[in-house]
């Protein structure tokens, strides 16, 4: 897992549901600086999950890749640190 990125989603678009190819992921709300704590959320073995803080509802669909969304500006790339 050290390798793996868990996928990040944002909201800026301020729209009820965002549909993502992932069941484990993190929702920033807004991008930077107006993002809220960043959260991690887990589907499990639901289709969908609702945002604690923005109460955005993502919705699993698997032909999604697992780092994409629909729609795509609901993806965001955080910075990785420096080596």
Known sequence: MAG???PHFTNDLGIARVR???REFMCIGARPPFD???VFLDMGDENEKICPYC???YV???SLDAHAADPAACVYEP???AE
Request: glycine fraction near 6%.
């Open 36 to 38: 809220h704590p960043h």
């Open 79 to 81: 910075a990785l640190a």
């Open 60 to 62: 699993y669909d698997a």
């Open 55 to 57: 109460s955005t509802l």
């Open 20 to 22: 993502i190819g992932a």
């Open 4 to 6: 793996a990125v868990v």
